[in-house]
């Protein structure tokens, strides 16, 4: 045995007594005072007879497994998943110490911060924490980068006189549309009020671009498509693929991320008989395989074959303008104005399946899985429906109202009118109200969860990125010329829609 192992074992035996169970961390070099509220499960390990020692008394596999597990845990995330089980069966249960995971994100996140939000049974913890390291990666750091762009655009803003001069509008026109507007006259407003303001993509990247290349992320603003506010996007196709965005200018564009240096813009969808994609403002998107569905303010959801190169599939006529869409395979679902919420199924002929009045006030926004349907309405309540039992299962009133959702099985995460993230936890057919955070000074208008990430943007013009613990933990925040309507997620890129008629996204460099 080398000098090295036999040290490493002697200092092994005199912190932890021969006979101490493996790996039960109470050697003194192990954190022995943890949060209560951590909750942290027994180890894989430590449950079974730890690994052998190998059979010549030398290289890693002879330390004793305590140690073994403390070496892994100065690894990566993605190491421990995807390496050491490539190197042998016994380093590859490494990735299955559900302890070990646990502390890892505990040393990630602050002290006193509670993980996860939800429901600890059957939580992913290793991708938890891959994607917590993976998002600490990308993100920290660019805050101070950001905060100089903004300090450029502000020159060069007062410079010209004030070019940007229209986002304090961008933004009191969302607060006004979704706060206090009646929307049964939308369609109309927003052929009015569109205003023909081209502005080169290429001088806005050079007020906001980031310049370093020493960053994982590169900042893309895709050319100009948009002659009005962005009010959605959607990232599409996998693989960092496509993007799709509506905006007040009643189109849906299309773009392939894959072409050039900053994307490119395919087309513009058309709807039949129509020289746009809708004849009021495209308010939101939704998608399920190469299904595309977007939602209009001229009360019809049309239907868009990405397959077949965005061509249009069908139209649904709505009775009030839709505010809200998801999509489950062939059904999509749809928030309207008029408190209704209706439930499509794309292959009937009269593909309307059921209307339902959960609330007392317009729908704003929804999410969904094969199960349960979740709703936010201005009238301050969200709704729980179970889809299989056909009923309401629940109401929860809240002091304001959601304006953007998010659901993944066992967490809940919105954002409101006052600028309040709330949690909630979902479990046994319940949704209870866990916590609620101060994030924004106005409308959060975009939400997206995972595991391991958090993602929220605002009409107070910032896109913030957190870790998903209580209290969130901000790794970053992006300071933007204009009120931000909304945000989409996919692989690690974020795209955003804003009120100066951009679309912006974040992603991995090549």
Not at 142 to 170: I, M
Not at 224 to 230: E, L, T, Y
Not at 483 to 489: A, C, D, E, P, Q
Request: with cysteine; glycine share 8%.
């Amino acid at each position: 045995m080398s000098r090295t192992s036999i040290t490493l074992e002697d200092e092994e035996k005199q912190r932890c007594p021969a006979g101490a169970s493996s790996p039960n961390f109470t050697c003194s070099d192990t954190p022995h005072s943890l949060p209560e509220r951590l909750n942290l499960e027994p180890s894989v390990v430590a449950m079974e007879t730890s690994p052998s020692p190998s059979s010549n008394g030398t290289g890693l596999l002879s330390l004793p497994w305590e140690i073994v597990t403390q070496i892994a845990s100065h690894l990566p995330a993605q190491c421990v998943i995807n390496v050491l089980p490539q190197v042998c069966q016994t380093l590859g249960k490494l990735s299955e110490d559900r302890l070990a995971w646990q502390l890892r994100a505990h040393k990630l996140l602050s002290p006193a911060a509670s993980f996860p939000v939800g429901p600890k049974e059957g939580f992913d913890w290793s991708k938890a924490c891959l994607e917590m390291e993976q998002l600490i990666g990308c993100w920290t750091g660019l805050e101070n980068q950001a905060e100089r762009q903004e300090t450029a655009g502000e020159r060069q803003e007062e410079a010209v006189g004030g070019v940007n001069g229209e986002a304090p509008a961008a933004e009191g026109n969302l607060v006004e549309m979704q706060l206090d507007v009646d929307l049964s006259g939308a369609a109309e407003a927003g052929e009015e009020n569109v205003q023909v303001q081209s502005q080169d993509a290429s001088d806005s990247s050079q007020l906001i671009e980031s310049s370093s290349t020493s960053s994982p992320l590169e900042h893309v603003i895709l050319p100009s498509g948009h002659i009005a506010d962005v009010n959605c996007v959607l990232l599409l196709g996998g693989e960092e693929a496509l993007c799709a965005s509506g905006s007040r200018d009643r189109n849906v564009n299309l773009w392939d991320l894959r072409e050039g240096p900053r994307g490119k813009l395919m087309h513009t969808l058309a709807g039949r008989g129509t020289i746009s994609t809708h004849r009021g403002w495209v308010w939101c998107l939704a998608s399920s395989g190469p299904l595309l569905a977007s939602g209009s303010f001229d009360s019809t959801i049309r239907l868009w074959d990405l397959e077949a190169g965005g061509a249009e599939q069908r139209l649904i006529q709505s009775k009030a303008a839709v505010l809200c869409l998801s999509c489950e395979r062939d059904m999509v679902l749809a928030g309207s104005h008029d408190q209704k919420l209706s439930i499509f199924d794309t292959r009937a002929a009269d593909p309307l399946v059921k209307s339902l009045r959960l609330h007392s006030d317009a729908v704003l926004c929804l999410a969904s899985d094969d199960q349960y349907i979740l709703s936010g309405s201005k009238d301050q309540t969200v709704a729980l429906f179970d889809r299989r039992a056909g009923k309401l299962l629940q109401k929860v009133k809240l002091s304001s109202y959601l304006l953007s959702l998010f659901y993944s099985t066992r967490e809940v995460w919105a954002g409101d009118n006052r600028g309040l993230v709330h949690t909630f936890s979902m479990h046994n057919s319940s949704l209870t109200p866990i916590s609620q955070f101060n994030i924004h000074r106005s409308l959060v208008t975009g939400v997206h969860y995972s595991p391991g990430a958090l993602y929220t943007c605002s009409s107070d013009r910032t896109i913030k990125v957190h870790l998903p613990c209580a209290p969130p933990k901000t790794l970053c925040t992006l300071h933007h010329q204009a009120g931000v309507n909304g945000l989409s997620v996919e692989g690690g890129t974020l795209a955003i829609a804003s009120g100066d008629m951009n679309v912006e996204i974040w992603r991995h460099r090549c």
